[in-house]
């Protein structure tokens, strides 16, 4: 009995993960239109769909908005061989968390924190392009690669190159539809109506964004320096009059007031704590590099790209002084006992 009380929930997602991956025949699996399509009145919220669906295809036979033209059918069935192992891959090691639509609301997702994240707006924390930008195709592989190492999100690297490679393109298709869905609805929403005429260049757009994103890879503005104890102290004092602390604290634990917000999905975040020794975005300085210098997206931690620019050693003072603080426990130096938690236990412990 009581085995049958505590596995329920085990056996509630094995449940699901079978319906999503179509083993049961009944409903095939679909795409679900967007809260804001399904608020629109019926007609409009008909005509967004059916534009999303020429553009990104189905569940079963997805397609790349940002995809040329074939060029033979060849490569026609190749592409979609990929999209499709793609989709495969992300029923069964995905879908719980992200959601059949990419909307970040599978199953098990309302237990965790952070939230899995919901692709549909386009908006990626860990990239390697400027603030706002979309993410290059290579951040995704890198991030499926590392895992968010201190959340749910664990690592893939175990898995075979070639379904990394497919899952995140699918990733992708999900993410460019999204944007499209988002872009088209507000659209009707705004002008309660959607002139059939003008949907090319909203495709146009998105896709711009993600073509953008492609060719600007941010590069650190002066080469790596050691990282020195000298710089790990001119780091600290950057910190303290940069603004950094404000968020993140003197002793950068994010153990502040007012360092609670809402993201971009509306859920709550705080600033990260940086003693933690998990740095969600990677440990390597370049990564660190690039989250100060771009920011977070979707996230209130702004980039430091404009007011650092004219003294680009700073950057790499702070990155010396955040990997010293994110050594510290590792390093067995005590840290003081705070006043909270900041993140919940990592249901998947990945190692380092
Ligand atoms: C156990 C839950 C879980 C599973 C399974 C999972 N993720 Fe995640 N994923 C998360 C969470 C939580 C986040 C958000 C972390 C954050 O905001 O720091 C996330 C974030 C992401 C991001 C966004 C990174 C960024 O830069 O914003 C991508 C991409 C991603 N996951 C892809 C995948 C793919 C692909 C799979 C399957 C191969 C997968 N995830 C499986 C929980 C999960
Ligand atoms: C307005 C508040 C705010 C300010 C100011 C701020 N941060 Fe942040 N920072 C955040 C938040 C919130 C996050 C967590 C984002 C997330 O992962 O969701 C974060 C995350 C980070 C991370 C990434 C940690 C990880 O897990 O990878 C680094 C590094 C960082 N901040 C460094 C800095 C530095 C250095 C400064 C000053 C130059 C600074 N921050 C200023 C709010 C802030």
Redesign the pocket.
Known sequence: MSFAIRSGTTLGLIASLFTASGCQRSEPVQWEASQQVQNLAPALATQVSAAVQARSGTVLLPKMLTDAEPKSERDKFARELTLKHGQEVYMKRCVQCHGVSGDGNGPVAKNLY?RPRDYRRGIF?FTSTPYGGRPRREDLIATLYRGII?TSMPSFRLLPKKDIEAVVDYVLVLAQRGELEYQLASEADASEELIEEDIPDFVQDVGNHWKEAAASLTQPLTPEPQLTPERVALGRE??LS???S???GEDGRGHTKD?I?K?SWGHS????D?TSG?????QDPI??YR??MNG?NG????G?KSSLESEPETIWN?VSY?LSVSNRRREGTAVPAGLMKPYAEPVEATAE
Not at 299 to 302: A, K, Q, V
């Open positions: 952070p924390k201190g950057a910190f940069k603004g950094c404000k968020c993140h360092n917000g993201d975040t705080r600033a990260a940086l998990m740095l969600h975005g990677g990564d660190i989250r100060i977070i996230s209130p931690m702004p430091f702070l955040v």
